[in-house]
């Protein structure tokens, strides 16, 4: 069973920064094209940021600016740093993981980290 671990949540205030973390095997981290969803209450999952294996980015405009993802092979881990939070981001964070090379097939979902921003 493959897991996908997460850290980094937790309670800031508004304007505040925290960073994520997202350790998953070896195995599968060098040909993954790695994500972070998140899910407010009464809302769908959203994606937030992804990037590919070569280190390609891509950020939902309402986080454009304000939040970096980035990946770190020798670490097998993918962060995501969140600065100047917003009330709106509230929400469990999601690590997600799937392949970035042809002929391979998986989906993978970390168990999620709650982050709260103050008002």
């Known amino acids: 069973q493959v897991q996908l671990v997460e850290s980094g949540g937790g309670l800031v205030q508004t304007g505040g920064s925290l960073r994520l973390s997202c350790a998953a095997p070896?195995?599968?981290?060098?040909?993954?094209?790695m994500g972070w969803y998140r899910q407010a209450p009464g809302k769908q999952r959203e994606l937030v940021a992804s990037i590919r294996s070569g280190g390609t980015t891509n950020y939902a405009d309402s986080v454009k600016g304000r939040f970096i993802i980035s990946r770190d092979n020798a670490k097998n881990t993918v962060y995501l740093q969140m600065n100047n939070l917003k009330f709106e981001d509230t929400a469990v964070y999601y690590c997600?993981?799937?392949?970035?090379?042809?002929?391979?097939?998986?989906?993978?979902w970390g168990q999620g980290t709650q982050v709260t921003v103050s008002s």
């Open positions: 070896g195995s599968i981290f060098s040909i993954s094209d």
């Open positions: 997600h993981a799937t392949p970035d090379v042809w002929g391979v097939d998986f989906d993978y």
